[in-house]
């Protein structure tokens, strides 16, 4: 720890610090700091922060030192009273417990059963679609991951009750959005944003009852696996429910953010789809695909490698310091705030050529890159549990997709985002169905 110096500040304003630039336009603003140094602090109004953009100090973080730091002020803030009980919000044992109990339904072996249905449901979904048909297209995607979320490692048929996870998850949205000026009040304040939020948790834990109360520790779903852990004293009935509400959000509005960035870049790249389009059809000969042909399906795997590269669902994952640590030679306290921001890495002109550019080629070429320039499912014993189900489902719906419709997607440009807790468009994004 001797030697070691504080982190450099780069630029503020008084009273405002770095809140100001973000607020206005947070995308640049974080890119921006990230010239100064690989660790900077940053001062926002009521709390303090550090953004890491060295990909071996992110990797120290999350995995080989990860001992040392643990859940950020910021991910307890963002799931207290929807899923106080659940893997995302715990720390510790009772994290490790949490996810001991959740593991079994995210093995591959089972993952990949529930390839077929994916696709099945995907190609159901399109199937409606008609050429000039003008589509919201993140309502679109949203309700179509949510239904294959449901079909398949829920085990339950969503269809009429969209309603009530989609309310829960934008009242999330809206409630962590990092721009709300009542951002940093207590829980208890009753801002119209808190109201709207508690409102949906309740009606989401209302649904969640109803779903449990149908369904048994036999079952072959997630919801089978979580109460036969309860049945072996394993988990709470309460750490049950809460796990169920995480996985009903954070298992659809990450993939169904994906899918639209999908579409709107093989919008404006034809030539990316017709290559895609030509592999479908030579792999999959008019089937529907399932998790046999994922490894075929390259040039659908790089569309989406790409997509997560440019769009982040996660912009940034962050971790608290839970003693003094050294980082990359800068002194940081216990109980620093650290964050990883994907979003910066992802566009780091340090490790990709042309870093603004949506190319999926790039992913053709050896690439001599530190592993965490390109993180999108985190690392490390907390990395997304979903990821083996999200780029199964991501591959086979884009392939079922592309292979039944083509789309021509408008939106109000630049694309902008909402910085919350996934990187959601913050305008309306239409597509128009073309003729195949
Ligand atoms: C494109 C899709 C997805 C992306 C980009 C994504 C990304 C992430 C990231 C960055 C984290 C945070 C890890 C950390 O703090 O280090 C995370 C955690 C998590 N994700 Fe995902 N995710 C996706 C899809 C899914 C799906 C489909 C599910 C479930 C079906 C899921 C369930 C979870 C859960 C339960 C956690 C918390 C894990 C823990 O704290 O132990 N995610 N995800």
């Given at each position: 720890?001797?030697?070691?110096?504080?982190?450099?500040?780069?630029?503020?304003?008084?009273?405002?610090?770095?809140?100001?630039?973000?607020?206005?336009?947070?995308?640049?603003?974080?890119?921006?700091?990230?010239?100064?140094?690989?660790?900077?602090?940053?001062?926002?109004?009521?709390?303090?922060?550090?953004?890491?953009?060295?990909?071996?100090?992110?990797?120290?973080?999350?995995?080989?030192?990860?001992?040392?730091?643990?859940?950020?002020?910021?991910?307890?803030?963002?799931?207290?009273?929807?899923?106080?009980?659940?893997?995302?919000?715990?720390?510790?044992?009772?994290?490790?417990?949490?996810?001991?109990?959740?593991?079994?339904?995210?093995?591959?072996?089972?993952?990949?059963?529930?390839?077929?249905?994916?696709?099945?449901?995907?190609?159901?979904?399109?199937?409606?679609?008609?050429?000039?048909?003008?589509?919201?297209?993140?309502?679109?995607?949203?309700?179509?991951?949510?239904?294959?979320?449901?079909?398949?490692l829920l085990g339950v048929d969503?269809?009429?009750?969209?309603?009530?996870?989609?309310?829960?998850?934008?009242?999330?949205?809206?409630?962590?959005?990092?721009?709300?000026?009542?951002?940093?009040?207590?829980?208890?304040?009753?801002?119209?944003?808190?109201?709207?939020?508690?409102?949906?948790?309740?009606?989401?834990?209302?649904?969640?009852?109803?779903?449990?109360?149908?369904?048994?520790?036999?079952?072959?779903?997630?919801?089978?696996?979580?109460?036969?852990?309860?049945?072996?004293?394993?988990?709470?009935?309460?750490?049950?429910?809460?796990?169920?509400?995480?996985?009903?959000?954070?298992?659809?509005?990450?993939?169904?953010?994906?899918?639209?960035?999908?579409?709107?870049?093989?919008?404006?790249?034809?030539?990316?789809?017709?290559?895609?389009?030509?592999?479908?059809?030579?792999?999959?000969?008019?089937?529907?695909?399932?998790?046999?042909?994922?490894?075929?399906?390259?040039?659908?795997?790089?569309?989406?490698?790409?997509?997560?590269?440019?769009?982040?669902?996660?912009?940034?994952?962050?971790?608290?310091?839970?003693?003094?640590?050294?980082?990359?030679?800068?002194?940081?306290?216990?109980?620093?705030?650290?964050?990883?921001?994907?979003?910066?890495?992802?566009?780091?002109?340090?490790?990709?050529?042309?870093?603004?550019?949506?190319?999926?080629?790039?992913?053709e070429r050896d690439a001599d890159?530190?592993?965490?320039?390109?993180?999108?499912?985190?690392?490390?014993?907390?990395?997304?549990?979903?990821?083996?189900?999200?780029?199964?489902?991501?591959?086979?719906?884009?392939?079922?997709?592309?292979?039944?419709?083509?789309?021509?997607?408008?939106?109000?440009?630049?694309?902008?985002?909402?910085?919350?807790?996934?990187?959601?468009?913050?305008?309306?994004?239409?597509?128009?169905?073309?003729?195949?």
């Amino acid at each position: 720890m001797s030697g070691a110096k504080r982190p450099p500040s780069p630029g503020g304003v008084p009273l405002m610090g770095h809140g100001l630039a973000f607020a206005r336009d947070p995308w640049s603003a974080m890119r921006e700091w990230a010239t100064e140094d690989d660790v900077v602090a940053l001062e926002f109004p009521g709390r303090s922060m550090y953004m890491v953009t060295d990909p071996h100090l992110i990797e120290r973080m999350l995995v080989s030192d990860q001992a040392q730091f643990t859940l950020s002020r910021a991910q307890r803030q963002t799931f207290a009273g929807i899923e106080d009980d659940a893997v995302t919000a715990t720390e510790g044992e009772r994290w490790k417990r949490l996810r001991r109990a959740l593991q079994p339904a995210f093995e591959w072996s089972g993952v990949r059963g529930y390839g077929d249905r994916m696709a099945e449901r995907t190609a159901a979904h399109v199937a409606d679609w008609e050429p000039g048909d003008r589509l919201d297209l993140w309502a679109e995607m949203r309700q179509l991951t949510l239904h294959i979320l449901g079909d398949t490692l829920l085990g339950v048929d969503l269809t009429g009750d969209e309603a009530v996870v989609h309310e829960a998850a934008d009242a999330l949205v809206a409630k962590t959005d990092f721009r709300r000026p009542g951002q940093l009040l207590p829980d208890w304040v009753p801002t119209p944003t808190q109201r709207r939020f508690d409102r949906a948790v309740g009606d989401l834990d209302d649904y969640i009852s109803a779903v449990i109360a149908d369904s048994g520790p036999g079952d072959a779903t997630v919801v089978g696996v979580l109460l036969a852990a309860h049945e072996r004293d394993e988990i709470s009935m309460a750490e049950v429910q809460d796990n169920l509400a995480a996985l009903l959000l954070a298992g659809h509005d990450s993939s169904a953010v994906t899918l639209t960035y999908a579409w709107y870049e093989l919008s404006r790249h034809p030539e990316t789809r017709e290559r895609l389009v030509a592999e479908v059809e030579e792999v999959l000969d008019g089937d529907l695909p399932g998790a046999d042909d994922f490894d075929d399906l390259e040039r659908v795997q790089n569309v989406v490698r790409e997509t997560l590269r440019l769009y982040p669902p996660a912009f940034a994952t962050s971790r608290e310091a839970t003693e003094a640590v050294t980082l990359g030679g800068y002194a940081l306290p216990a109980g620093a705030q650290v964050m990883a921001p994907q979003w910066v890495l992802h566009r780091d002109e340090r490790f990709w050529d042309d870093p603004d550019t949506f190319d999926p080629t790039r992913w053709e070429r050896d690439a001599d890159r530190p592993e965490y320039a390109y993180f999108p499912f985190s690392g490390g014993p907390r990395h997304c549990i979903g990821m083996r189900f999200a780029r199964l489902e991501l591959v086979l719906a884009l392939a079922t997709m592309v292979d039944r419709v083509d789309l021509d997607v408008s939106v109000d440009e630049p694309l902008t985002f909402t910085p919350s807790l996934s990187l959601r468009p913050e305008s309306d994004v239409f597509a128009t169905v073309r003729e195949v």
